[in-house]
């Protein structure tokens, strides 16, 4: 059996790993590369789409899935395994992506047709899209999914709605992808899954090389970034991933506003975003406890009082009146998307605020901006930069070197490590860490083959969620604890809090017996 890494290796895009094994040949991950080397996205596939017999999807962002129609395209036809919020944000991301690439090739070709040259077509059409989306079956947490007599199990990666960490077992060999992992404490997705045994971890490394603030040192960045941007008087833009980072915004927005009484226009100004707010409503089961912690007190987490989602092209160029506001819009590496046209008219004023929230991949205009570029050229006219650019790294949806390492030790069967989803310097640095841990460490190259052997120990498929001492058992116990000291009358407010915390416990505590 053998793994290619056709994506993801030494950088932090294109996930896409091919693997062989028991007469199959399967995905995971068929991403799409975004920033420096996009031009690949292009060329054909190294393989024949037609025949693989199945892929596994740890997620819906676009660097995980976004060449999935393109590999349709070119013939693939087995089934795709992903989550229910995963296939449903696909749904979203793609469309846009294809309305994207079909305004891209459309001003292209008239460039072309005024040159001489010839016309271009888009990378897939939207009958692509449709035929993939057909492909998608839903799996739920927990469960052992056969797919051709190999067994996985997707497991809850914290990262985004939906996201996977996924288990497979072939041949005698276990292989744990990580995905994209999330923090140990988000606020949005909880913690990620705890695994203690495989033969090879594909370990992702966005973020191996550093690590993130706490959350009180974010929340008091982000509030004084706000607060200097009011103070400012002109636009707040801030590029974001329309999906699990503008909704996290939404939610720390909402704090704020309560907090610092402000009364800037709020836009959200991405049709795609608003449908992905939508799903992100719809499983808040998932979501983490403060997130429940709102939904329990009668609050949409997702709802802020003096927001617009804005949809129409008019109503977005209608902004561009409005001097004081807060936006924001996609893409969050200032790849495309409408906060470039936010970005044409505000990013030579000084009393624009430019703050970004989410990872910036080399050769994108949000690096760029962060590296100090003091002009930039957008639909053909030079822009000078002028405006402040504030960084905020905390609203990571990525694990960081502690909590990479924090997951790597739950670890106890002694697999080998194989990073990857990180830039060449930051993997070959996380590799080395790990390395001085006493642990096996490969980072391949893009198109390296890595043949996989079997360990020693033997290695069983498990079904339920690895047993981990409960930390949220133990709050609840200190909690009740606490409050056996005081008074607490009947009827008072406390005590009818107190007996709806009681349904919900008893709730749980079917669900476990259930579950078992």
Request: proline share 4%; aromatic share 8%; hydrophobic share 40%.
């Amino acid at each position: 059996m053998r793994i290619t890494f056709l994506g993801a290796a030494r950088e932090v895009t294109g996930s896409c790993y091919l693997i062989e094994g028991r007469n199959k040949r399967f995905l995971v991950d068929c991403g799409m590369v975004q920033g420096s080397g996009e031009e690949r996205n292009a060329a054909s596939f190294s393989f024949d789409p037609g025949s693989i017999d199945f892929l596994l999807l740890t997620h819906a962002h676009l660097d995980h899935s976004g060449r999935i129609p393109f590999l349709y395209k070119d013939g693939f036809r087995g089934k795709i395994f992903a989550t229910a919020p995963t296939i449903e944000l696909c749904e979203v991301l793609w469309l846009d992506m294809y309305k994207i690439m079909l305004e891209e090739t459309n001003r292209t070709n008239r460039k072309n047709l005024r040159a001489g040259r010839p016309s271009i077509e888009p990378l897939y059409t939207e009958e692509d899209v449709m035929g993939a989306l057909n492909l998608f079956e839903p799996v739920g947490y927990d469960e052992i999914v056969p797919a051709d007599n190999i067994e996985s199990v997707f497991r809850n990666a914290a990262h985004i709605i939906g996201a996977a960490t996924i288990e497979i077992w072939i041949d005698g060999v276990k292989l744990v992808f990580s995905g994209d992992l999330g923090p140990f404490y988000n606020v949005m997705e909880g913690s990620p899954p705890i695994i203690d045994d495989a033969d090879y971890v594909i370990l992702e490394s966005t973020y191996g090389n550093r690590r993130h603030k706490t959350l009180e040192e974010t929340r008091e960045e982000f509030e004084n970034a706000i607060r200097e941007a009011l103070r400012s008087g002109g636009k707040v833009l801030i590029p974001s991933f329309v999906v699990d980072r503008a909704q996290r915004l939404i939610y720390e927005l909402s704090l704020l506003k309560n907090k610092l009484k402000f009364d800037f226009p709020i836009f959200f100004d991405s049709p795609m975003g608003s449908k992905a707010t939508e799903i992100y409503q719809k499983y808040m089961g998932l979501m983490a406890g403060e997130i429940q912690k709102q939904i329990f007190q009668g609050h949409d987490p997702f709802v802020l009082p003096g927001m617009s989602y804005v949809s129409s092209p008019d109503e977005s160029r209608a902004i561009n009146q409005i001097e004081k506001a807060i936006v924001i819009a996609g893409s969050g590496m200032c790849t495309g998307g409408r906060i470039i046209h936010h970005l044409k008219h505000g990013l030579w004023k000084p009393n624009t605020d430019l703050i970004f929230v989410g990872y910036q991949a080399q050769g994108t205009l949000g690096r760029l901006l962060v590296d100090g570029i003091k002009k930039v050229k957008l639909f053909g006219e030079e822009i000078s930069v002028k405006a402040k650019i504030n960084t905020i790294n905390g609203f990571s949806a990525h694990a960081d070197q502690e909590d990479l390492l924090k997951w790597s030790d739950y670890f106890k069967s002694k697999p080998t490590f194989i990073i990857t989803h990180g830039e060449e310097e930051i993997a070959e640095t996380f590799a080395r860490i790990l390395k001085k841990r006493g642990r096996a460490v490969i980072v391949p190259q893009l198109g390296d083959t890595i043949e996989l052997v079997k360990k020693e120990q033997k290695i069983c498929i498990s079904v339920a969620p690895p047993a981990v001492e409960s930390t949220v058992l133990q709050a609840i116990n200190s909690k009740i604890e606490s409050l056996q000291k005081k008074k607490i009358f009947t009827g008072t407010d406390s005590d009818h809090l107190l007996q709806s915390a009681l349904l919900l416990i008893e709730e749980a505590e079917r669900k476990i017996s259930s579950d078992q």
